[in-house]
């Protein structure tokens, strides 16, 4: 947690190899999210699909994608994250070629659907390999600060070229671009990425398999659609499943790792930094469109510029962190995020407001990646190789359950308001402090321990030997005593 004076990185060729293609592949699993958002009422209009039924577009993804993410990073500890990856990355080439396809409303919706299967099974393979194949430290930061440079990017570029691909071509060629990427990727893949440390744990936990995946299905369902009867129903089903883990004799996730302060408070901040800044981007996109008139285009491009932020922090966070310390770097790209915002309730209905908007996206991106690639790497360190699918499915799994929180959660606050921009603004509000007060309290959190405080990041297979120590060191005593 301390600092730590700054390393210089040396890759081999076959680590920057490994580093592209799963840098690459991460690229596009985050350009496939985004792609589609500005192509809605053409694939309404080409599909017949109404347009009350056009959020389902994004939910039919975000469903498998949220509720899968942490089952399929534990499972990749268990029968192999090469097998994983490869087997998520087929499965969208399939789902792509489905929806690009489609002719009604049902094969694209199952292609959504399967869509959001093959990133549950492949982001979380391909980050914890990417952990895995690079020790902790300086060349783990500077990979996930190149990973969390390329995800944004890939968002920013989604919606760039979805406007572009829909004014120039059709919203099928929106499906059909993952292709040749995806066949790219499994040609060269099998031959770099090998396998890395399996559990011990020999079987999956199915009933905190089955009781978890609910959970997250049904909260992300309520979230989405408002639905307070299905929220308690996820509340149950997330209660049952830690009561589960408790007794469970090889859990899906050991109780322990969830005490540890790296994995609890770096999840925390990324649940924030994910949950304000997309929905944020959500709110400008219709402020975009709706009180400046801008074209689904020309709002790509009011996002692509502060997008070039992105790619300076992915690649500046690393060093940083080795500088200063994952805790101050994660507090302080939150609370960059979180101030940023601000200028953004200054803006009115005259374009000039593009003058705000465009800086403070800018330094707010900053801010943004730099807490996602610190998030990152606290959530994932001091945890064992054969661990790290677990650990980089919590994180993902953050990502995806904040991501479809956020914009339903300050959507919801806007409409309190009888002005579009009125409600807006109270939104905005809301945003910068829930992200500063989460910046606040993850700092708190992750507060160096005194060394004579209980470990809490202590496993029980590390308690159970330091108390089989203990015994064996008294029994001794007594031996020779007597």
Do not use: K
Not at 355 to 379: E, R
């Amino acid at each position: 947690m301390s600092a730590i004076p700054p390393a210089r990185v040396r890759l081999t060729t076959r680590e920057r190899m490994i580093l592209f293609v799963l840098l690459g592949a991460g690229f596009m699993l985050a350009v496939d999210f985004s792609i589609l958002n500005v192509a809605f009422p053409d694939i309404g209009a080409g599909i017949g699909l109404s347009r009350d039924a056009l959020p389902w577009i994004t939910t039919a993804y975000m469903l498998p994608a949220a509720g899968f993410t942490l089952v399929f990073g534990r499972l990749g500890d268990l029968v192999g994250r090469r097998r994983l990856f490869l087997g998520g990355i087929s499965l969208l080439v399939a789902a792509s070629l489905l929806g690009g396809f489609a002719t009604g409303p049902a094969p694209l919706l199952t292609a959504r659907v399967l869509q959001g299967f093959a990133t549950a099974m492949a982001t979380p393979a391909a980050l914890s390999l990417l952990t895995s194949t690079f020790t902790e430290g300086a060349a783990r930061d500077r990979a996930l600060g190149l990973n969390g440079a390329l995800l944004s990017g890939g968002f920013t570029v989604g919606a760039m070229a979805g406007g572009s691909l829909v004014s120039l071509l059709s919203w099928r060629a929106a499906f059909f671009i993952n292709v040749p990427v995806a066949v790219l990727i499994l040609a060269v893949a099998p031959a770099l990425l090998v396998e890395g440390a399996r559990s011990g744990q020999v079987r999956l936990d199915l009933p905190g398999a089955v009781t978890v995946t609910g959970g997250l299905l049904a909260g992300t369902y309520a979230v989405i659609e408002r639905s307070w009867a299905v929220g308690a129903v996820a509340m149950v089903l997330l209660a049952v499943f830690f009561a589960v883990e408790r007794r469970a004799p090889a859990p899906l996730v050991p109780i322990p790792v969830l005490r540890r302060p790296t994995v609890r408070w770096g999840n925390a901040g990324g649940f924030v930094a994910f949950t304000m800044e997309p929905a944020m981007i959500f709110l400008m996109t219709l402020y975009l469109q709706g009180t400046l008139h801008l074209s689904p285009l020309a709002t790509g491009f009011v996002f692509g510029v502060p997008g070039l932020a992105s790619i300076g922090a992915g690649v500046a966070a690393g060093r940083f962190i080795g500088r200063h310390g994952v805790r101050r770097v994660l507090v302080a790209g939150l609370a960059v995020q979180g101030l940023a915002t601000l200028p953004l309730l200054l803006t009115g209905g005259s374009r000039w407001a593009l003058a705000i908007l465009v800086p403070a996206l800018f330094v707010g991106f900053f801010g943004h990646v730099s807490a996602i690639v610190a998030y990152t790497v606290t959530g994932t360190s001091g945890l064992p190789d054969a661990e790290q699918g677990l650990a980089t499915g919590l994180t993902l799994m953050t990502q995806q359950v904040a991501i479809t929180s956020g914009i339903p959660i300050l959507s919801a606050v806007a409409a309190t308001r009888s002005g579009e921009l009125a409600g807006t603004h109270l939104a905005l509000a809301v945003d910068v402090v829930v992200t500063l007060g989460g910046a606040a309290l993850v700092w708190v959190g992750l507060r160096p321990r005194t060394p004579a405080a209980p470990d809490p990041a202590a496993t029980e297979a590390e308690m159970e030997h330091r108390i089989g120590a203990a015994f064996t060191n008294t029994s001794g005593a007594a031996a020779t005593l007597s």
